[in-house]
């Protein structure tokens, strides 16, 4: 079956970094677009970035533009995101996820599979 597995997350101060990592297996990786996500308590799940299954083309939230960034290696099946200049307001669990779509990638419900999540905290 199809996993995502995150990796990465932790405890750090405001203006450090942290790269997060999703490894996926089950399925052929290089044709799916990855998405991540992030949920902080008691609120909704939001669009942070994603990359196309080329690798070509990667899109970000407002919030994180200019501080983030996505990549992935197709012949490792892993996704990255890495985060510079991390802000309080950053603390959330990060998620990834597949889509086989190139569009509306924006949005939750574009994606087939999620992983479990990895937590970020960052201090003031």
């Known amino acids: 079956q199809v996993q995502l597995v995150e990796s990465g997350g932790g405890l750090v101060q405001a203006g450090g970094s942290l790269r997060l990592s999703c490894a996926a297996s089950?399925?052929?990786?290089?044709?799916?677009?990855m998405g991540w996500f992030r949920q902080a308590p008691g609120k909704e799940r939001y669009f942070v970035g994603y990359i196309m299954w080329s690798g070509g083309n990667t899109d970000y939230a407002d919030s994180v533009q200019g501080r983030f960034t996505i990549s992935r290696d197709n012949a490792k099946n892993t996704v990255y995101l890495q985060m510079k200049g991390l802000k309080p307001e950053d603390t959330a669990v990060y998620f990834c996820a597949a889509s086989r779509r190139t569009t509306y990638l924006y949005a939750r419900n574009t994606y087939e599979y999620w992983g479990q999540g990895t937590q970020v905290t960052v201090s003031a």
């Open positions: 089950g399925l052929t990786f290089s044709s799916y677009s």
